[in-house]
């Protein structure tokens, strides 16, 4: 008798262990059933399981729209969108930019600058000189038929005020054709064309237009600087006109120097 007990309580105990199928828990309940006269319960009448993936659904929709509220940046000050949309300058332009003071500078250097207006002994000379010199030489000295006078090319030909004197009051018929004037090295032959002005100016207007030809268009210093003496000289009276035929050098600067010698005195 004692072994069947063994028996059925190792089964007991295995049950305790072991799974029991789906389809013999069906077929106990409806033998439960049968001898109890109450129909077996349906499985349809069991409450549905939760759906878990719908009772995560709203909650994760939520989470993702708080997310895109967060990711959404800010809206833009209305000075950030003007600064947006504003027409940037290009590469090139700024260099033009950075370059345009310098070429103003450069370019502002290269004008002419306009004349200083002549007086005293100049602005005698100046008038001589448009009325007399110009048409060979140019209004402003250019040159033209006659040599260019500008840019110190009179002083580069008669380094001596008193040479380039001479050569006015004689020109090239008293010199002669052929023969070299002014400063050798310049080797400046006579060819004719030159007319003497010894006995057509007087003293003053001479010196005057040959001053004017060395400081005001030749750019001399110190022919500006005799100029302003010239002007400051009370009473210079060069007196007449200078002959041609017996004019030196030596003659000239002694007129200068006897001049401003008895102004002095």
Same mark, same amino acid.
């Given at each position: ?22 389809? &013999? +828990?069906?077929?106990? $309940? ?8 109450? =129909? #077996?319960? %349906? ?55 950075? &370059? +345009?003071?310098?070429? $103003? ?8 600058? =306009? #004349?200083? %207006? ?148």
């Amino acid at each position: 008798m004692s072994r069947p007990q063994t028996t059925k309580t190792l089964c007991c105990l295995g049950a305790s262990v072991t799974e029991i199928p789906e389809h &013999l +828990l069906k077929r106990a $309940a409806a033998a439960r059933a049968a001898k109890s006269g109450n =129909p #077996p319960e %349906e499985e349809d009448s069991k409450p549905p399981a939760e759906d878990k993936s719908a009772r995560l659904t709203p909650k994760t929709e939520e989470t993702t729209s708080q997310t895109e509220e967060e990711v959404k940046p800010a809206p833009l000050a209305p000075y950030h969108i003007a600064h947006r949309a504003r027409h940037k300058i290009p590469w090139w332009a700024a260099s033009v930019l950075v &370059l +345009l003071p310098l070429w $103003a500078f450069t370019y502002v250097g290269t004008l002419e600058r =306009p #004349p200083k %207006e002549s007086t005293g002994v100049l602005a005698i000379g100046e008038a001589v000189y448009g009325a007399r010199c110009a048409s060979c030489h140019g209004a402003t000295g250019g040159g033209g038929s006659g040599y260019l006078l500008t840019g110190g090319e009179v002083i580069q030909t008669f380094p001596s005020l008193a040479d380039h004197v001479v050569w006015v009051v004689q020109g090239s018929d008293h010199v002669g054709l052929g023969n070299s004037y002014g400063d050798p090295l310049r080797n400046r032959i006579v060819n004719g064309g030159m007319p003497g002005w010894g006995d057509v100016l007087t003293k003053e207007e001479l010196l005057g237009a040959v001053l004017y030809e060395r400081a005001y268009l030749s750019g001399s210093a110190d022919d500006t600087a005799l100029a302003e003496s010239v002007d400051h000289t009370d009473g210079l009276d060069l007196g007449g006109y200078f002959d041609p035929i017996t004019i030196t050098p030596g003659e000239v600067s002694e007129l200068l120097a006897s001049a401003f010698h008895d102004d002095e005195n």
